[in-house]
T-cell receptor, first 111, second 113 residues
Framework: QKEVEQDPGPLSVPEGAIVSLNCTYS??????FMWYRQYSRKGPELLMY????GNKEDGRFTAQVDKSSKYISLFIRDSQPSDSATYLC???????????FGKGTKLTVNP | DAGVIQSPRHEVTEMGQEVTLRCKPI?????LFWYRQTMMRGLELLIY????????DSGMPEDRFSAKMPNASFSTLKIQPSEPRDSAVYFC???????????FGNGTRLTVT
């Protein structure tokens, strides 16, 4: 079983749609959870960082963590064409340098 | 804050040549990571440093790859000799402590012909 699973997509939605991106992980030792956005020919850019179960909101973005299910999500409200990118989840283990990326989900928001 | 700076942005070289990639981390960050990204394998950790000391190089594919961090503001990743299968985008990332997020540079796109 892979440590982090992320559906690669591609995912295509109309402008204004709510987008749900998800990752599952297998090791309960992971304590920190991050979402990155990567535009073509750019480096990954941090969107959200959380370390507890529950929701964290920042503008149109909401990160959700369910540690009991080992499941994390990123929701994008009112999606825009500028949100078209690849979204990567990153899970990290506290007290060590173990960081594991998902493979990324490619999102296209159509105007 | 200028962010993580990588150079060159693009590198095209012939098989067998030496390639050196460079990275300047964010000032004050104690950790530096080198990643390789391909379509097939996604982001793979090659090596990371803490306070200029290599901590885990288990991701370095083979002896042709080496990395150094002579000081807190500079790191290099060297491939000698390069091979076509090394073609990928190489990213450098830094962070300030063990539980903080990574900050990435814009990568070096390496093509080995």
């Amino acid at each position: 079983q892979k440590e982090v699973e992320q559906d690669p997509g591609p995912l295509s939605v109309p402008e204004g749609a709510i987008v749900s991106l998800n990752c599952t992980y297998s090791n309960s030792a992971f304590q920190y959870f991050m979402w990155y956005r990567q535009y073509s020919r750019k480096g990954p850019e941090l969107l959200m960082y959380t370390y507890s179960s529950g929701n964290k909101e920042d503008g149109r973005f909401t990160a959700q963590v369910d540690k009991s299910s080992k499941y994390i999500s990123l929701f994008i409200r009112d999606s825009q064409p500028s949100d078209s990118a690849t979204y990567l989840c990153l899970v990290a283990q506290g007290g060590s340098e173990k960081l594991v990326f998902g493979k990324g989900t490619k999102l296209t928001v159509n105007p | 804050d200028a962010g993580v700076i990588q150079s060159p942005r693009h590198e095209v070289t012939e098989m067998g040549q030496e390639v050196t990639l460079r990275c300047k981390p964010i000032s004050g960050h104690d950790y530096l990571f080198w990643y390789r990204q391909t379509m097939m394998r996604g982001l793979e950790l090659l090596i990371y440093f803490n306070n200029n000391v290599p901590i885990d190089d288990s991701g370095m594919p083979e002896d042709r790859f080496s990395a150094k961090m002579p000081n807190a503001s500079f790191s290099t990743l060297k491939i000698q000799p390069s091979e076509p299968r090394d073609s990928a985008v190489y990213f450098c990332a830094s962070r300030d402590r063990g539980d903080s997020p990574l900050h990435f540079g814009n990568g070096t796109r390496l093509t080995v012909t």
